[in-house]
């Protein structure tokens, strides 16, 4: 599973975004059969930080849900369901880390 958060979330709360868009997306998905066979698996996710502009990119790929926060904005993170083989362009998106280092 892909979660694509946007850049403008802050650090603190990326990690309810994130558990918010993979659940949401499990729940949208759960009967697919890519779905069954990745919970019986690897169960991998990888959370991804992109711009806005790629956010909006990455809509076109089918198999997402869109998650929204309330303090937010209808709109911070897209979960992508699992598959057997992404497209090219997921490859190329840069790992979430947070933007400022803790103390």
């Given at each position: 599973m892909y979660i694509v958060l946007r850049d403008d979330v802050p650090d603190n709360m990326a990690p309810t975004c994130a558990a918010h868009a993979a659940l949401g997306c499990y729940l949208a998905y759960q009967d697919h059969p890519d779905v069954q066979e990745w919970t019986a698996g690897?169960?991998?996710k990888v959370v991804c930080r992109v711009s806005a502009?790629?956010?909006e990119k990455l809509k076109k790929y089918e198999g997402f849900v869109l998650?929204?926060?309330s303090k937010l904005g209808p709109e911070v993170a897209l979960a992508f369901r699992p598959r057997a083989e992404w497209p090219k362009a997921f490859g190329f998106l840069p790992?979430?880390?947070p933007k400022t280092e803790s103390a």
């Open positions: 690897r169960f991998a502009k790629t956010f998650q929204g926060e790992l979430w880390a």
